[in-house]
């Protein structure tokens, strides 16, 4: 079965640091996987999807930036984190053949 | 641009009551629809999925229905326990690419012993 992973599970981290979360997949190959924001209150962003290795589209221009150096990586950055950063962050990967989405257990981000 | 929009924005219901979560969307050319769970703090779980050609899907006490012409979709929920409180969301997908999924902002229900 196929199971989804992120680190870390919290973060506290202060304006002006960087940022490195990170998502693996297990159990499936070349899935498409997408990292959203949801804050408080309000609904999921759509911020990075990719298609395949090295292959990102960015939904949201902003200070973060997502790679995929591996098939079943997925890496969200930033250089210097912004208060508005904070938030619940989700990495998801969708089946290829039914298009469903599985999300991992999230990232929790404070900016302080 | 996709609006999918979730009616109510909480719900409070006492147990064992059947219950109805509303999920509309304005662009009826969609892929498919999903409907999700999302306990406090946690990811989403999904419930179930229906394909554009569908009307229905059925896990357990949970059924949903997809109505793509008049754009609604809604999730039924048999006999209610304390356990299905949660935010419930649903989301859609567009054919050809598939790559976006636009999501309601949910509903969050509330079974009362």
């Known amino acids: 079965s196929q199971t989804i992973h992120q680190w870390p599970a919290t973060l506290v981290q202060p304006v002006g640091s960087p940022l490195s979360l990170e998502c693996t997949v297990e159990g499936t190959s070349n899935p498409n996987l997408y990292w959203y924001r949801q804050a408080a209150g309000r609904g999921l962003q759509l911020l990075f999807y990719s298609v395949g290795i090295g292959q990102i589209s960015s939904e949201v221009p902003q200070n973060l930036s997502a790679s995929r150096p591996q098939d079943r990586q997925f890496i969200l950055s930033s250089k210097k984190l912004l208060l508005s950063d904070s938030g619940f962050y989700l990495c998801?990967?969708?089946?290829?053949?039914?298009?469903?989405?599985?999300f991992g257990p999230g990232t929790r981000l404070t900016v302080t | 641009k996709q609006e999918v929009t979730q009616i109510p924005a909480a719900l409070s219901v006492p147990e064992g009551e059947n219950l109805v979560l509303n999920c509309s969307f304005t662009d009826s050319a969609i892929y498919n629809l999903q409907w999700f769970r999302q306990d406090p703090g946690k990811g989403l779980t999904s419930l179930l999925l229906?394909?554009?050609?569908?009307r229905e899907q059925t896990s357990g006490r949970l059924n949903a229905s997809l109505d793509k012409s008049s754009g609604r979709s809604t999730l039924y929920i048999a006999a209610s326990q304390p356990g299905d409180s949660a935010t419930y969301l649903c989301?859609?997908?567009?054919?050809?690419?598939?790559?976006?999924?636009?999501f309601g902002t949910g509903t969050s229900l509330t079974v009362i012993p």
């Open positions: 229906i394909q554009s050609s569908q």
């Open positions: 989301a859609v997908s567009h054919g050809y690419t598939g790559n976006q999924f636009y």
């Open positions: 998801a990967w969708r089946n290829r053949v039914a298009y469903e989405q599985y």
